[in-house]
């Protein structure tokens, strides 16, 4: 069973707009990752926030993470053309050793 | 210095026949995990393997089998193939064992298109 859902399951908007994704979760993790999909080929690690962490930046990417509530956000400033794609949240639970994907968004930039 | 590679890239087997996807992981790592993801939804786990040994493993079949070699090269095996098996399978490598506080970036490689008739 997956572990993260992503919400929205999809998401239009356009050029230059900022882009928000969710993502809740069942159980307890270590540390909770973003990855970008393009078209049905492999996955690119985005970021990685642990558990003892609220929020992390890397570039135009802002990951916060709430553990009370079990659910993270995503949020791409800024969004180009190339942001195109599907987004994956993937937990560590604590309970096991495996990474569990949810569903994923898929985000479509408009020009 | 090379990603992770995999082959072959697609793939078009008929029910019932076996299979074996390969996949070569970045120079120095030593940890490999296999994921199976059907169309529209996020991958599955299926294995981790560390250092040649198993040490994770998901929800599916005995069908589905695999193992690393001491190059840290991995070979998965799907046996007596069915219909729902037609997935993208996607090798990931990382330096160290998935697992705990480990907060080791996986590597993914391009995957295999395995379409089963």
């Known amino acids: 069973s997956q572990q993260g859902e992503e919400d929205p399951q999809a998401l239009s908007i356009q050029e230059g707009e900022n882009a928000t994704m969710n993502c809740s979760y069942k159980?307890?993790?270590?540390?909770l990752q973003w990855y970008r999909q393009n078209s049905g080929r492999g996955l690119v690690h985005l970021i990685l926030?642990?558990?003892?962490?609220r929020e992390k930046h890397s570039g135009r990417l802002r990951v916060t993470l709430d553990t009370s509530k079990k659910s993270s956000s995503l949020l791409i400033t800024a969004s180009r053309a190339a942001d195109t794609a599907s987004y994956f949240c993937?937990?560590?639970?604590?309970?096991?050793?495996?990474?569990?994907f949810g569903k994923g968004t898929r985000l479509h930039i408009l020009p | 210095d090379a990603g992770v590679t995999q082959s072959p890239t697609h793939l078009i087997k008929t029910r019932g026949q076996q299979v074996t996807l390969r996949c070569s992981p970045i120079?120095?790592?030593?940890?490999v995990s296999w994921y199976q993801q059907v169309l529209g939804q996020g991958p599955q786990f299926i294995f981790q393997?560390?250092?040649?040994?198993?040490?994770g493993r998901g929800n599916f079949p005995d069908r589905f089998s695999a193992r690393q070699f001491p190059n840290y090269s991995s070979e998965l095996n799907v046996n007596a193939l069915l219909l729902g098996d037609s997935a993208l399978y996607l090798c990931?490598?990382?330096?160290?064992?998935?697992?705990?506080?480990?907060?080791?970036?996986?590597?993914f490689g391009p995957g295999t298109r395995l379409t089963v008739l």
């Open positions: 990931a490598s990382s330096l160290g064992l998935l697992a705990g506080i480990s907060t080791d970036t996986q590597y």
């Open positions: 159980t307890s993790i270590n540390n």
């Open positions: 926030i642990r558990s003892n962490e």
């Open positions: 993937a937990t560590d639970a604590t309970r096991d050793d495996k990474i569990i």
């Open positions: 120079s120095g790592h030593k940890s």
């Open positions: 393997y560390y250092e040649k040994e198993e040490r």
